[in-house]
């Protein structure tokens, strides 16, 4: 059963535009959400956190949003460069499992000039 | 740079053949983890060391083992490998288990003949 859902595969924007990934979960025990961002041939990378006690974190281009009511965060990536084409993972931790993330299957993110 | 090293990238290995993949680290960090990603799939923890102490994913299959001889280094090794365990096989280290995030090595891809 997939707790971390990114139903997305992939997603294509403008160069300059707004890209918006999605990332819904299941498991209301999450209480940590991390983005990682993955360029083909080398291991994820972390991009951006949140915890369940926020709505919005910031971070330069990159803004992630929760809604806990709805069980859904979205990576809100201004403006888009080519250089952000990668897949990105949501990934999420449950309270008191300190060190397991769950992943989601990722959205590949193609900036097109 | 201080990094997470997967050696080799990619790694082919004979049915049944056992096979040891290795990761070392010179960030010093307690945790490291070792995650199995198959295609188009999410990332999936398969177990983690906190400093000596191994903690197992109730679902990881007792043909895969971990051994950690020392903070720096940590090995997996799959017994007796089959087809279904071709996949990219990912290390990773955190400085505590909990919020801080993962660093991920480049991976290393195994095939199963």
């Known amino acids: 059963d997939q707790q971390v859902k990114q139903n997305s595969p992939s997603l294509s924007v403008q160069e300059g535009r707004i890209s918006i990934l999605n990332c819904d979960y299941t498991n209301s025990m999450f209480d940590y959400f991390l983005w990682y961002k993955k360029y083909p041939a080398e291991g994820p990378t972390f991009l951006i956190s949140i915890s369940s006690i926020k709505d919005k974190n910031e971070d330069g281009r990159f803004t992630v949003f929760l809604n806990k009511s709805a069980k859904h965060l979205s990576l809100h990536i201004v403006p888009s460069q080519p250089g952000d084409s990668a897949v990105y993972f949501c990934a999420a931790r449950e309270t008191g499992t300190a060190s397991k993330l769950t992943f989601g299957t990722g959205t590949r993110l193609q900036v097109t000039l | 740079d201080a990094m997470v090293i997967q050696n080799p990238r990619y790694q082919v290995t004979q049915f049944g053949k056992p096979v040891t993949l290795s990761c070392s680290q010179t960030?010093?960090?307690?945790?490291m983890y070792w995650y199995q990603q198959k295609s188009s799939q999410a990332p999936k923890l398969l177990f983690h060391y906190y400093d000596k102490d191994f903690n197992n994913e109730a679902d990881t299959p007792d043909n895969f083992q971990s051994r950690r001889p020392n903070t720096s280094f940590c090995f997996l090794d799959i017994r007796s490998p089959g087809l279904g365990d071709a996949a990219m096989y990912l290390c990773?280290?955190?400085?505590?288990?909990?919020?801080?995030?993962?660093?991920f090595g480049n991976g290393t891809r195994l095939t199963v003949t």
């Open positions: 990773a280290t955190s400085v505590e288990a909990g919020v801080s995030p993962l660093h």
């Open positions: 960030l010093n960090h307690n945790v």
